[in-house]
């Protein structure tokens, strides 16, 4: 299974909220998990990434959660601002043919309200 | 550096017409990607390429041809437009494998009608 599945579909929090947005994979192949931001009328942009022998990982506000045994990560935004609002997507990294292939998540819509 | 430029940025086509989506990039990537997003879809690879002449096909390569005659250029050609072919389509570029990090342009808004 290459499907990462990823929910909410959309989060709306408060300003200097935590925002939490988790992705679920069944592929134990894939080796690196990264988090994509997109704003509107742009590409999406790496944000933060994990590999799947650490268990955390902190950048500012955002934290990757990554539990191995249930094949599930999480993105943490912590101190949420109305500059976070955002597309996030999940991805998880597969190696293969001599390439990486990213398997993304559907995204989710995050509105921080001021 | 300008990193991934594509064009153009919008095109509407009707049904059956043919076009090129340009993408250039100058960071010397030996790795490059053509992604289209639909709505509530996240990302799909159409195909990629591991360096100049050599391309494979992604997830969705159905409609589309690739070529890559130099390390810069991933042209995408669309054959005989079809409306599931409205999309807003995503290249892509990376250094090297194994780092889940790709440098996207900022798109191509395509219409099929």
């Known amino acids: 299974q290459q499907q990462v599945k990823q929910s909410p579909q959309s989060l709306i929090v408060q300003k200097g909220g935590i925002s939490i947005i988790n992705c679920a994979y069944e592929?134990?192949?894939?080796?690196?998990f990264p988090w994509y931001q997109q704003f509107p009328g742009k590409g999406p942009a790496l944000l933060i990434a994990i590999r799947p022998d650490v268990s955390e990982k902190k950048e500012g506000r955002f934290t990757i959660s990554f539990n191995k045994s249930a094949k599930q990560f999480s993105l943490h935004i912590m101190d949420s601002q109305p500059g976070d609002s955002a597309t996030y997507f999940c991805a998880a990294s597969l190696l293969q043919g001599g390439s990486e292939k990213l398997v993304f998540g559907k995204g989710t819509k995050l509105t921080v309200n001021p | 550096n300008a990193g991934v430029t594509q064009t153009p940025k919008f095109r509407i086509l009707k049904i059956g017409q043919s076009m090129t989506l340009q993408c250039t990039q100058d960071?010397?990537?030996?790795?490059m990607y053509w992604y289209r997003q639909d709505p509530g879809m996240g990302l799909k690879l159409i195909y990629y390429s591991v360096g100049a002449g050599i391309t494979d096909k992604g997830e969705v390569p159905n409609g589309y041809n690739v070529s890559r005659s130099t390390t810069e250029d991933f042209p995408l050609r669309l054959e005989l437009a079809a409306p599931s072919q409205t999309s807003v389509y995503f290249c892509?570029?990376?250094?090297?494998?194994?780092?889940?990090?790709?440098?996207f342009g900022e798109g191509s808004r395509l219409t099929v009608l």
């Open positions: 960071m010397n990537h030996n790795y």
């Open positions: 592929n134990t192949a894939f080796d690196y």
């Open positions: 892509a570029s990376s250094w090297t494998v194994d780092t889940g990090e790709l440098f």
